[in-house]
């Protein structure tokens, strides 16, 4: 069975890092690309990132261009997100997703919630 596991939401200040974790299982992690992907209250989901399965590849929104890096560990099954900068308008639920080419995202986590306020 896959699953995607996100952690590592919580509040913060604007201007501040956090660094999100999807640890990944039930399927070859290192096969397939992944993408990170953000709903905002009342607003409908948000491509955020995309990294492809080896790692050295990497695709952002124009929103994050500069401010969030994603990663992955093949050897730990976990994708990451590193947002730095951050702005109330990055709060939103955090989503990670299997993203095979061609075929759209097809598993997702449940998210683990940002919030960026004073």
């Known amino acids: 069975e896959v699953q995607l596991v996100e952690s590592g939401g919580g509040m913060v200040q604007p201007g501040g890092s956090l660094r999100l974790s999807c640890a990944a299982s039930?399927?070859?992690?290192?096969?397939?690309?992944m993408a990170w992907v953000r709903q905002a209250p009342g607003k409908g989901p948000d491509w955020v990132s995309h990294?492809?399965?080896?790692?050295?590849?990497?695709y952002y929104a124009d929103s994050v261009k500069g401010r969030f890096t994603i990663s992955r560990d093949n050897d730990k099954n976990t994708v990451f997100l590193q947002m730095n900068s951050l702005q109330p308008e990055d709060t939103a639920l955090y989503y990670c997703?299997?993203?095979?080419?061609?075929?759209?995202?097809?598993?997702w986590g449940k998210g683990t919630l940002v919030t960026v306020s004073s």
């Open positions: 997703a299997r993203d095979p080419p061609n075929d759209g995202m097809d598993y």
């Open positions: 039930g399927f070859i992690f290192s096969n397939y690309d």
């Open positions: 990294i492809n399965a080896g790692g050295d590849t990497t």
